[in-house]
């Protein structure tokens, strides 16, 4: 059940995971989300839709349900 808007190639970013279409590295957006940014200024800073930063996060092992 691998999100859609992740890719792995080996020509982008040595091969980690990005988000499709833009070589931002999934686990540099879970860094970010780590240090307490929010996922709507991430898809600001990145022009990405929110949708995308979620399953970004979700690529990297971060749940976003609610407990």
Excluded: C, H, M, W
Excluded at 5 to 18: C, E, K, Q, S, W
């Amino acid at each position: 059940n691998t999100p859609k808007n992740i890719a792995i190639d080996p020509l982008v970013a040595f091969g980690r995971p990005t988000i499709s279409g833009t070589g931002i590295a999934t686990n540099v957006i879970a860094g970010r989300f780590g240090a307490g940014e929010k996922i709507e200024n991430l898809a600001k800073d990145y022009e990405v839709s929110v949708t995308q930063i979620e399953e970004a996060l979700e690529y990297e092992g971060i749940s976003l349900k609610a407990a």
